[in-house]
């Protein structure tokens, strides 16, 4: 069985959650600099909105910076030692005071967590390519006045302190949450060609539309990736809870907290979702597995070892004890579910 509880409030005061006691955190937060996001931070720190109206980019940037750094700084106290933290973040282009250029938003969070003393890992570009007609930015086809349209983001991976240690139940869980090695091959490329989700949140009184948001797909890579079965993970701006639905699927604890009651409502909603539907992800993976296998040429199948718990081949030993549980039955409270697993 794994908990999943949406908490109301403030990120930079995680006082709910014990210290050391997340093993994984991800997230996609507000991007300073992107207009859409201007009132949420001008509302935490009124000192924004004055800089932006009078053409202090910079001053705003760094202003919105310090906001999620206190963020970052509640996530590194609830982290346990060996833990990751996992950032989706894009840079900005704005122009301000009629001067275009680029806010690297990647870049103050890297800052940020190497003065923590936290590994920086290799990051991942997500790649977000647009077919608008429009995308190009500046004098058409003039030189020296075009930029160059901006189509990725990043994933951003630290890790705190050393290499974790897996040891008794631990060493085994570790074991049954291996993913396949053809996943890996993926997985773990620098470049992910991925299709951003339409995103429409809706309040009583205001719509925020997102274009390309934060897909399913990216937070249930990373929960694979970066945790085992009965780990803790974090999303310290839950938004409608896409990383919750993907720690359900991976048979992961989630905490997910979300300054907006009316979003928080709408997650709630959103995570109302059938064992059905969380099995026909897990199904949608395995016959990925199966159809690769089912490629191999007679050569490679020979040398191929044999999944225990769902009886298929795979390629490596370190797959033989792989189990994909699928969901049993749901349990639904006021701001706690609970995933009961076969």
């Known amino acids: 069985m794994t908990q999943h509880k949406i908490i109301v409030g403030n ?3 995680l006082s709910a959650i014990p210290d050391g006691s997340v093993h994984l955190v991800i997230t996609s937060p507000p991007y300073p600099m992107i207009e859409m996001w201007d009132d949420m931070f001008s509302r935490q720190n009124p000192e924004i909105a004055d800089d932006l109206a009078d053409g202090r980019a910079m001053d705003a940037f760094n202003k919105m910076h310090q906001l999620l750094n206190a963020v970052w700084a509640e996530c590194d106290r609830v982290l346990a030692d ?3 933290v996992c950032i ?3 840079d900005a282009t704005r122009t301000i005071d009629q001067n275009f250029q680029l806010f690297s938003n990647h870049t103050a969070i890297i800052n940020f967590f190497s003065q923590l003393g936290y590994s920086v890992l290799p990051d991942i570009l997500w790649r977000k390519q647009s077919n608008a007609p429009n995308k190009f930015m500046g004098s058409g086809m003039y030189p020296a006045g075009a930029y160059v349209t901006y ?3 990043y994933i951003l991976v630290f890790r705190k302190g050393g290499k974790r240690i897996f040891k008794g139940e631990e060493k085994r869980l570790r074991q049954k949450s291996a993913y396949f090695w053809e996943e890996r091959n993926i997985w773990f490329s620098d470049l992910w060609d991925i299709k951003g989700a339409s995103q429409s949140i809706k309040g009583l009184n205001k719509t925020r539309s997102r274009n390309a948001s934060f897909p399913f797909e990216i ?3 990373i929960v694979n990736m970066y945790s085992a079965e009965g780990d803790t993970v974090l999303d310290p701006f ?3 809870g896409t990383t919750t639905l993907a720690c359900m699927a991976s048979n992961r604890n989630s905490l997910a907290v979300e300054i907006d009651q009316e979003i928080a409502n709408l997650a709630l909603e959103n995570l109302r979702i059938s064992p059905e539907a969380i099995n026909k992800l897990i199904d949608e993976r395995l016959q990925r597995h199966t159809d690769f296998i089912q490629a191999l040429p007679d050569e490679k199948l020979e040398k191929c070892y044999r999944n225990e718990p769902h009886g298929f081949l795979v390629k490596t030993r ?3 004890a792989i189990h994909l549980n699928k969901v049993d039955h749901i349990e639904f409270g ?5 995933c009961y697993y076969k």
């Open 11 to 13: 990120s930079n005061t």
């Open 318 to 320: 370190q797959e033989t």
């Open 219 to 221: 937070p249930y890579r």
């Open 238 to 240: 839950a938004g409608l």
């Open 151 to 153: 189509e990725h983001e």
């Open 82 to 84: 060996s833990g990751f």
């Open 88 to 90: 989706n973040i894009g």
């Open 334 to 338: 006021e701001d706690l579910i609970q």
